[in-house]
């Protein structure tokens, strides 16, 4: 198998089958790509670990979802900013905001103005990254499968 980290987004599965009628074995005969697939649970990690992809998507690289990529890189400084205004009083403060097994502490404009972003991520990923993810990992699997089915 081969393997190759576009300058992308995460990574998910893509397989591409490449020769069909080789006699190869199926390693030889699929070509597998680790492409774009956001994470709900570090929106961090757009900004450092994926920072050339990020700059190449503003520099015009085309992407299925580079529009909702890039908003996301966007909300995602946002949050990291938010954070860092916050005191350490706050960010406990809005750390318990999430957790259920404890009351919640009154907020703060700017801890309100953290949670909100943090919602405008997880709605920007359930709404719009996380459906595109999964309709391509679906389109992969199932030329798999029809490569798998014409064997």
Same mark, same amino acid.
């Given at each position: 198998?081969?393997?190759s ?6 990574m ?17 005969k699929?070509f ?14 757009v900004?450092?670990?994926? &920072?050339?992809a990020?700059?190449? !998507?503003?520099? *015009?690289?085309? /992407? ?5 990529i890039?908003?996301? %890189?966007r909300?995602?400084?946002e949050?990291?900013a ?24 009154p907020?703060?404009?700017a ?6 972003? &943090?919602?405008?991520l997880?709605? !920007?990923?359930? *709404?719009?990254? /996380?459906?595109?993810?999964l309709?391509?990992?679906?389109? %992969? ?11």
């Amino acid at each position: 198998m081969r393997f190759s980290r576009g300058s992308v987004i995460g990574m998910a599965l893509n397989v591409q089958i490449t020769n069909a009628e080789s006699r190869k074995p199926l390693e030889n005969k699929a070509f597998h790509t680790l492409e774009a697939m956001v994470s709900a649970s570090r929106w961090d990690s757009v900004q450092w670990a994926h &920072e050339e992809a990020i700059a190449e !998507l503003r520099a *015009g690289a085309q /992407h299925p979802q580079r529009d909702a990529i890039l908003e996301w %890189a966007r909300l995602a400084a946002e949050h990291d900013a938010a954070w860092q205004n916050l005191t350490d009083a706050e960010r406990d403060i809005a750390l318990a905001q999430s957790r259920e097994d404890v009351e919640k502490p009154p907020t703060t404009p700017a801890i309100e103005r953290y949670l909100q972003i &943090e919602d405008e991520l997880d709605l !920007l990923y359930s *709404g719009r990254l /996380h459906a595109g993810e999964l309709l391509k990992i679906r389109r %992969a699997l199932a030329e798999l499968r029809d490569w798998l089915d014409g064997r």
